[in-house]
């Protein structure tokens, strides 16, 4: 009787044996097929990205000009009476008077709190109109 139940316990090990093995070989097999998957989605978005490299190189070199053209400025060469009108904002007057004053380009973004453009458009004007005015002394004297 003994051994009849020593036989049943060890059939049962090696059944639980047997399952674990068909278990852990359908894992691994899961894991192979999706290590598979996603190498494949990764050569995909490899050959995507490259695509898209080549179509920004190829949009850069659409873009350059084939030669550089300084920017054409045209400044009347008599200065032209502009009626006075209210600024279009506070800050950007308190901006035409900073620069008036001397006032560096960050300390003009960071005091009238405009964008680097807004400020280069103001120090531009500025000094176009302070040119002009130069001009007119001159031309007067």
């Known amino acids: 009787?003994?051994?009849?139940?020593?036989?049943?316990?060890?059939?049962?090990?090696?059944?639980?044996?047997?399952?674990?093995?068909?278990v852990l070989a359908l894992g691994g097999y899961r894991a192979r097929r999706q290590e598979r998957n996603q190498a494949a989605?990764?050569?995909?978005l490899q050959k995507e990205?490259?695509?898209?490299?080549?179509?920004?190189?190829s949009l850069r070199r659409q873009s350059v000009p084939t030669r550089r053209q300084e920017p054409?400025?045209?400044?009347?060469?008599?200065?032209?009476?502009?009626?006075?009108?209210?600024?279009?904002?506070?800050?950007?007057e308190l901006a035409s008077k900073l620069v008036r004053k001397g006032a560096s380009s960050e300390e003009l973004m960071d005091?009238?709190?405009?964008?680097?453009g807004?400020?280069?458009?103001?120090?531009?004007?500025?000094?176009?109109?302070?040119?002009?005015?130069d001009k007119g002394l001159a031309a007067s004297a």
């Open 72 to 92: 054409t400025v045209l400044v009347p060469s008599t200065p032209v009476a502009m009626p006075r009108r209210e600024p279009a904002s506070p800050a950007y």
């Open 111 to 116: 005091t009238c709190g405009l964008s680097r």
């Open 1 to 22: 009787m003994l051994n009849s139940g020593f036989a049943v316990i060890a059939i049962a090990a090696l059944l639980a044996g047997a399952v674990l093995q068909i």
């Open 49 to 57: 990205l490259l695509s898209l490299q080549q179509e920004v190189h």
């Open 118 to 133: 807004e400020v280069d458009l103001i120090t531009m004007l500025n000094r176009m109109g302070q040119e002009a005015k």
């Open 41 to 44: 989605v990764i050569r995909d």
